[in-house]
C-alpha cells in the first residue's frame, strides 16, 4: 500500500511563496512519476504539474508555468511544489498523486495516477 502524505499548506498573500512536500511511504518511490493537482471551491480538479521518476523531465499547466517548480528527492521519498508568486486563483485544496506505471513519461491525465494523497489547503488573499 502507497501512502502519499501532503504538507507545508497554509494561508499567504498574494504574492508569497510556498513550498509544498508530498511523502511516499513506499521503497519504490524513485520508479514513480508523480504529479501535482489541485481543486478550487465549486471546480473539477486540475492538473498543476508532474515530474517523472528521474527528475529529468517535468511539465506544467500554463496558469502556473514560470511560478511554480516540481521537484523530487528520491533519497528522502519526497516530491515538491515549490510555488512562487502567488494569486488568489492559486486558492485550493493540492493533491500529489503517484503513478506506477515504469517507464511511462510525464502525464497530465488524472487516471494515469494510482495513489492519491489527502491533500494540503492553499488559500492566497489579495
Known amino acids: 500500500q502507497v501512502q502519499l502524505v501532503e504538507s507545508g499548506g497554509g494561508l499567504v498573500q498574494a504574492g508569497d511563496s510556498l513550498r509544498l512536500s508530498c511523502a511516499a511511504s513506499?521503497?519504490?518511490?524513485?520508479?514513480?512519476?508523480m504529479g501535482w493537482f489541485r481543486q478550487a471551491p465549486g471546480k473539477e480538479r486540475e492538473f498543476v504539474a508532474a515530474i517523472t521518476w528521474s527528475g529529468q523531465g517535468t511539465y506544467y499547466a500554463d496558469a502556473v508555468k514560470g511560478r511554480f517548480t516540481i521537484s523530487r528527492d528520491n533519497a528522502k521519498n519526497t516530491v515538491y511544489l515549490q510555488m512562487n508568486s502567488l494569486k488568489p486563483d492559486d486558492t485550493a485544496v493540492y493533491y500529489c498523486?503517484?503513478?506506477?506505471?515504469?517507464?511511462?513519461?510525464?502525464?497530465?491525465?488524472?487516471?494515469?495516477?494510482?495513489?492519491w494523497g489527502q491533500g494540503t489547503q492553499v488559500t492566497v488573499s489579495s
Open positions: 498523486a503517484a503513478n506506477s506505471a515504469v517507464g511511462e513519461p510525464v502525464t497530465v491525465a488524472e487516471y494515469k495516477y494510482d495513489y
Open positions: 513506499v521503497r519504490t518511490f524513485s520508479r514513480f512519476g
